[in-house]
């Protein structure tokens, strides 16, 4: 569960509500993968995802007491994440302009069974509207069903699943035209 | 979710989002920048102890100094982890606030933008 | 550096129209909460938040002065005398009872406490009242009550509170700005 001996993910929330630094830097260590994945695919840049992953991080240390156990811990952080970077790309347009850097957005393609296909979905998901990619990332990269993913998003349950049909759609119509998909 | 006439093709679909969409890791000093950006809030100052004086005709005499001292400094830490916890809630009901009169503000801007025209949508 | 966004002229300007305006005796700012068991114990998350003079006190010492955005917040909370929120997140939607709203609301009605702003979507199932407390000319308190499908949220602050130096917070402090775009990505059809 963390990279913190023998401690379980309760254990080092309690330990960093009591003030200790080790047992939070756990807690970074163990939710850093998630945080700046999402922060990666929403923003398409890894220095300003870098930046913003680092902000959610300091933002939880701030706002720990709010955090009542290790499930209301992900569930603030995909949040607080998501609403960050949408708010990050409504202020900085040339984060949506800056082309795609492509090997930024990959990933373990090493042991990928399709490289090429992965990375064409990945470039197809980052030019999605926001709303809509923070939808397809919470339910394809965190596997959040659509009730989960509205809770998260404060949006209405048929808004996440239109945004997911659409999306799936939109992806669906371009892997096939381009023959990544037959 | 998906269309049922693509049901096959969706499921597909699907299952390769999900590959390429594995989590990554962020670069090799991330969690020591949050850490450095954390070492950088206010934390509670240590009162320095006092040493501690033995002697045995004045051990009781000093016995009770550190004593004085350690409860002090003990009620000192207290004092600070309650405004550092007062002071993370503030920010916290700021927050609430400022979202709530967001959300007010949004109903009024859905309203005032609710046009004739659908959304196209993505 | 931030741009001020600009929805909050509106209710900033509400405020300073209606204090110039109205002269009322000393209202009771401060609402008497109930407990909401009600609503807690359906509740999947709950945040409940109590700062009184002392408290708020306790927790501006703990700010920093040479930071700005301390400065600011310092600045924000100088006039007040007390945060309250109670805030509930239900993990589905959720018609809470209204007998123990109700019971904030007939305060509300008091003299004393003016409606700024009530503002009502069936579509989404939201609703917002904003409450300001006037005395002698001079707003010394504020109440925000809002109700969505999966929370429910009820703030009094009391003391003088400068909405606009509110606004220039966020996005600072942790505090995020979350006025996600309503309904340009698309609606449910």
Redesign the interface.
């Known amino acids: 569960m963390s990279g913190d001996g023998e401690c379980t993910g309760g254990d080092l929330l309690r330990r960093a509500l009591a ?1 200790e ?1 080790a047992a ?2 756990a807690l ?2 163990t939710h ?3 945080v ?2 999402l922060a ?2 929403m923003l398409r840049d ?1 220095h300003a ?2 930046d913003l ?2 902000e959610v ?3 939880l ?6 955090v ?1 156990s290790e499930a ?1 811990l992900a569930f603030w952080l995909r949040k ?1 994440t998501a ?2 970077a ?2 990050r790309l ?2 900085e347009p040339r984060l949506e302009m800056a082309p795609l850097e492509e090997a930024q957005l990959s ?2 393609e090493a042991h ?3 490289p090429i ?3 064409r ?2 470039s197809l ?1 980052a030019q ?5 990619r923070a939808v ?2 919470l ?3 965190e ?1 959040l069903d ?2 989960d993913i ?2 998260t ?4 349950v ?2 996440v ?12 119509e371009r ?1 096939t035209s381009s023959g990544a ?1 037959t | 979710m998906s269309d049922d006439r693509h049901e096959p093709e969706s499921n597909d679909l699907e299952r390769r989002l999900r590959a390429a969409l594995k989590p990554v890791n962020p670069g090799e000093g991330f969690t020591a920048g949050v850490m450095a950006r954390v070492a950088a809030e206010p934390r509670p100052a240590r009162r320095p102890r006092s040493p501690a004086v033995v002697s045995w005709l004045a051990f009781g005499l000093a016995a009770s100094v550190v004593l004085a001292v350690l409860l002090a400094h003990e009620w000192q830490v207290r004092r600070i982890e309650q405004g550092r916890e007062a002071r993370r809630q503030l920010i916290e009901a700021l927050r609430v606030t400022d979202e709530k009169l967001n959300l007010a503000y949004r109903v009024v801007n859905s309203r005032q933008d609710a046009a004739p025209a659908q959304h196209s949508g993505a | 550096m931030k741009v001020f966004f600009p929805g909050w002229h509106w209710l900033a300007a509400l405020m300073a129209a209606l204090t110039a305006s109205v002269a009322l005796a000393a209202p009771a700012a401060m609402l008497n909460l109930p407990d909401f068991d009600a609503l807690a114990a359906k509740a999947t998350e709950t945040v409940n938040i109590s700062l009184d003079p002392a408290l708020l006190g306790l927790a501006a010492g703990f700010l920093d002065s040479s930071n700005p955005d301390d400065a600011a917040t310092k600045e924000l909370i100088a006039g007040l005398k007390g945060i309250y929120v109670r805030n509930y997140t239900f993990d589905q939607d959720f018609s809470y009872p209204s007998a123990q709203v109700d019971l904030v609301r007939k305060q509300l009605a008091a003299p004393a406490w003016q409606r700024l702003v009530e503002v009502n979507n069936t579509k989404d199932h939201t609703h917002v009242q904003i409450y300001v407390a006037v005395d002698r000319g001079v707003a010394n308190g504020l109440a925000i009550i809002a109700s969505e499908p999966r929370e429910f949220t009820i703030v009094n602050i009391v003391g003088a509170i400068d909405l606009a130096k509110l606004r220039r917070l966020e996005g600072k402090f942790g505090i995020p700005k979350l006025d996600l775009p309503n309904g340009k990505d698309g609606q449910a059809k």
């Open positions: 003030g630094r939070f830097g970074v260590r850093q993968r998630m700046f994945s990666l695919r890894r995802a870098e992953a680092q991080f300091l933002q240390y701030r706002s720990l007491s709010a009542s209301h607080v609403h960050r949408i708010d409504r202020r990933a373990g990928s069974r399709d296909l992965e990375r979905l990945r998901v999605l509207p926001p709303a809509a397809m990332l339910r394809y990269q596997d659509p009730a509205a809770r998003l404060r949006m209405p048929n808004t699943k239109s945004h997911l049909k659409r999306s799936l759609a939109e992806l669906r892997m998909l």
